[in-house]
């Protein structure tokens, strides 16, 4: 239907990304507009399906081609991480926790964005103000969202905001949150059935640094070694992806959870190296460097490699 208002994440859907499409779908819905479709700007990872599987509650629908449609974003506000073809004038709402990278519409929009560890958290403080009540299934997914965006509250994105709010929604859901969290994280981290393609591509966002053009990864493993058998083909897909996205540089961050040490791999040209080296106070060795306490692509990587390349 031409009407309908999609609320839709960023592509390469993450678990937040989707249970935001589809939270605040249900919240629109449960207020009054009936046209609210959630979806997923690509194919649902298995964490994701993990998590929807476990509440019982219907994937959302794969939107890529966002021509003519209204579509509320959630979990993202940069047109580089947006599904293709979004015309400025169709946005209709903004929901996210990150930062705002050049966002234009052409009306008055309502936008909400605020520092906290998922969008999963907003959107729950929004049915509060709004006293529309949380079913169990709808608490799961926020509660879920929380988890995986914060992996399980050590990223430094996390917020007190958010352990409360996994605490309200846990009790909702009828789930012992860190249990189900340390579920969530194993489906995650099974790496062994992905293609390095897979793995690249499971969370991978554009940014412009100055005009770099770079793409940031992230995996997220129980153990880093899991990772080793992989570690020359991902770096032949990230060059292979380079080329093929024009892009100047792509950093891949293997994150051991457990250690709560990043591997930053890397690919790029000479301008990049430099900039690369400088953002993180090292040397690359090896195609990478290694990062004691670095976890969040958000709060840790993003923020040094701008500063890096700011002439
Ligand atoms: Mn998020």
């Known amino acids: 239907m031409a009407d309908n208002i999609y609320v839709i994440g960023h592509k390469s859907p993450d678990t937040d990304s989707v249970t935001a ?12 507009t009936a046209n609210v479709v959630p979806a997923a700007a690509g194919d649902i990872n298995n964490e994701t399906k993990f998590v929807l599987d476990y509440f019982k509650v219907p994937y959302p629908e794969k939107l890529i081609d966002a021509t003519d449609k209204k579509v509320i974003l959630v979990d993202h506000n940069e047109m580089g ?11 209709v709402e903004v929901v996210d926790h990150h930062k705002i990278g050049g966002l234009k519409t052409g009306n008055p929009i309502f936008l909400l964005n605020e520092p906290v560890g998922a969008t999963g958290g907003i959107i729950a403080n929004l049915y509060e103000q709004n006293k529309v009540a949380i079913s169990k299934e709808m608490a799961g997914l926020m509660m879920a969202a929380i988890l995986s965006d914060t992996v399980l509250f050590k990223s430094p994105t996390c917020t007190p905001r958010d352990k409360v709010a996994v605490e309200k929604l846990a009790k909702i859901a009828g789930v012992d949150p ?27 966002k554009k940014f412009d640094f100055s005009g770099v053009k770079a793409g940031v990864g992230q995996i997220e493993v129980m153990e880093l070694k899991d990772l080793d058998p992989k570690r020359a083909a991902l770096l032949d897909e990230m060059n292979k992806v380079r080329q093929a996205e024009k892009l100047d540089m792509i950093v891949l961050m ?12 890397f690919v790029g040209d000479d301008k990049a190296a430099k900039g690369f080296e400088k953002a993180f106070s090292g040397k690359i060795a090896n195609s990478s460097i290694y990062k004691e306490k670095v976890l969040s692509r958000k709060k840790q990587v993003i923020p040094p490699l701008e500063a890096a390349f700011k002439a």
Do not use: H, W
């Open 254 to 265: 293997l994150t051991d959870v457990m250690k709560e040490a990043s591997d930053l791999l």
């Open 21 to 32: 499409a589809v939270t605040y779908a249900n919240l629109k819905k449960s207020m009054g």
């Open 81 to 91: 991480q947006a599904v293709d073809k979004l015309s400025e004038a169709n946005i």
């Open 178 to 204: 860190m249990k189900f969290g340390m579920e969530m994280l194993k489906v995650k981290s099974d790496v062994g059935t992905k293609s390095p393609r897979d793995i690249l591509f499971g969370d991978f």
